[in-house]
C-alpha cells in the first residue's frame, strides 16, 4: 500500500430548518446537503504507527489538541473495530475551524473512504455511515459528499434531485469561528415551517437558514458578508450550518470571480474559497 489521497469536500447547507428541540437536547432539523469541489487534503501511508501531521493554513489551529479526540483519529479506531491502525495521516486544513463547513466532519469521512479503500474486506456503505454518525451529525452526509437531505440531527439520509451540480459558488468567512453550540442554545423554540419539497434547487432558492438571527447576534460581520453577497446578484447568498461562514451561488464563472476579487480587494482580512458544487 503506497500513498493514498481523499479531498475533505466542504460542506454547505443549502437550507436549515430547526423545528423542535427533542428530549435530548439535541433538535429536530431538516437540511440540504451539498458540497463544494474544494477542502482540505488528506494523505495516508502504511506507517509502524498511527500518527496525524497538521499542515496547512488551519493546521496550526489543531495543533494543541490531544490527537486521540481528533475525528480522524476517532474515525480510524472505530473502522478498525476499536484498534488505532498503523498509518500515516497527513493533512492540510485549508478550511477554518468552526465555520459552518463541516470540515472536521469532512476530514473523519475522507479518512474512513481512506482506510476502507485499502481494507482487505471494505465495510458496506451503510457499516460507514453507521461508524459516521457515532462520529458527528455531518459525518454521514460527508461520506458520499453530494447533495442529499439530512432529517432528525443529520444523520437521516434522503436522496434528492442533484439539480445544483456544477453551481460556482463562493465561501466567505471573517477569520471569526462561531461554535454550534451556543447557536443552537439561542435557537428562540419557534418552528418557522417545514423545509420545502423538491428538487437541491428549489428548496435552495424557497428554504432558508433558521439559524442565521441567532448566529448573527453572536458574529455581526455575518450581516456584512450576506449584504455585500447580495449586491453581486447572485441566484442565492445564505449562512452555511450555524456560522460565520456564507455562501453565494451563480450559474457563471465570471460573475463568481468578479464578486471574489472584489470582496478579497474590500476586506483581505476575510477567508474566502471558490469552486463548484459537486
Not at 459552518?100 to 471494505?122: F, I, M, Q, T, Y
Not at 455575518?222 to 445564505?238: D, H, N, S, W, Y
Amino acid at each position: 500500500m503506497g500513498t493514498s489521497h481523499a479531498t475533505a469536500f466542504a460542506k454547505i447547507n443549502l437550507a436549515l430548518h430547526v423545528r423542535r428541540r427533542r428530549a435530548d437536547d439535541y433538535h429536530e432539523l431538516e437540511t440540504v446537503f451539498a458540497f463544494l469541489d474544494q477542502g482540505d487534503s488528506l494523505w495516508m501511508e502504511p506507517a509502524e504507527q498511527f500518527s496525524l501531521d497538521l499542515e496547512g493554513t488551519f493546521g496550526r489551529n489543531l495543533a494543541d489538541e490531544d490527537y486521540e479526540t481528533n475525528l480522524i483519529c476517532r474515525a480510524a479506531k472505530l473502522h478498525h473495530n476499536g484498534v488505532v491502525p498503523p498509518v500515516a495521516f497527513r493533512l492540510n486544513k485549508r478550511l477554518p475551524i468552526a465555520a459552518g463547513l463541516g470540515g472536521g466532519s469532512a476530514d473523519a469521512a475522507a479518512a474512513l473512504r481512506l482506510l476502507n479503500d485499502k481494507c482487505e474486506v471494505p465495510l458496506s456503505t451503510d457499516e460507514l455511515h453507521a461508524i459516521a454518525a457515532q462520529l458527528g451529525a455531518d459525518v454521514p452526509a460527508c461520506i458520499d459528499s453530494l447533495p442529499v437531505v439530512g432529517r432528525g440531527t443529520g444523520t437521516l439520509l434522503e436522496p434528492i434531485e442533484n439539480d445544483v451540480s456544477g453551481l460556482h459558488c463562493l465561501l466567505v468567512n471573517p477569520n471569526i469561528s462561531v461554535a454550534t453550540g451556543p447557536v443552537f442554545k439561542a435557537w428562540d423554540g419557534v418552528d418557522r415551517g417545514p423545509m420545502p419539497e423538491g428538487s437541491a434547487r428549489s428548496i435552495l432558492q424557497d428554504g432558508r437558514n433558521d439559524l442565521e438571527p441567532m448566529a448573527l447576534k453572536i458574529c455581526p460581520q455575518i450581516g456584512i458578508i450576506l449584504q455585500e453577497l447580495r449586491e453581486a446578484k447572485p441566484l442565492v447568498a445564505r449562512m452555511s450550518g450555524s456560522g460565520a461562514t456564507c455562501f453565494a451561488l451563480f450559474d457563471d464563472a465570471e460573475t463568481l470571480q468578479r464578486s471574489a476579487a472584489e470582496v478579497a480587494s474590500r476586506h483581505p482580512d476575510w477567508w474566502t474559497m471558490t469552486g463548484r458544487l459537486r
